[in-house]
């Protein structure tokens, strides 16, 4: 939720928290959201800041017998520049893809 409320989101995209904040704990109800919001057959791409949990997501997604599965590799801030910023080096930000600011 921090990322959603902080860094920015995607219209119109299904939210679903892979690891619970504060604390980063496991969602364990992960799958039975995913299976309530999105259909097995649909195209679901995974997406968090920086494109790691995202990645386990999506396999969990597969695994659960979702056929077209994919992780945003960058991520939606892509990775550190020299200075340690993000927003500069890849993403879907830097793309110029849609999003907007909570």
Same mark, same amino acid.
């Given at each position: 939720?921090?990322?959603?409320?902080?860094?920015?989101?995607?219209?119109?995209?299904?939210?679903?928290?892979?690891?619970?904040?504060?604390?980063?704990?496991? $969602?364990? @109800?992960?799958?039975?959201?995913? #299976?309530?919001?999105?259909?097995?057959?649909?195209?679901? /791409?995974?997406?968090? +800041?920086?494109?790691?949990?995202?990645?386990?997501?999506?396999?969990?997604?597969?695994?659960?017998?979702?056929?077209?599965?994919? $992780?945003? @590799?960058?991520?939606?801030?892509? #990775?550190?520049?020299?200075?340690?910023?993000?927003?500069? /080096?890849?993403?879907? +930000?830097?793309?110029?893809?849609?999003?907007?600011?909570?």
């Amino acid at each position: 939720r921090a990322e959603l409320d902080w860094v920015g989101r995607i219209a119109d995209a299904v939210e679903i928290e892979w690891a619970i904040y504060p604390g980063m704990k496991p $969602n364990p @109800l992960f799958i039975t959201q995913l #299976e309530q919001q999105v259909d097995k057959e649909a195209l679901a /791409l995974f997406i968090c +800041r920086s494109g790691m949990r995202s990645n386990a997501a999506a396999t969990a997604a597969t695994k659960a017998g979702y056929s077209d599965c994919y $992780n945003v @590799l960058e991520g939606f801030e892509g #990775e550190k520049d020299a200075e340690e910023h993000r927003n500069i /080096l890849g993403g879907w +930000r830097a793309a110029g893809l849609p999003w907007e600011q909570s």
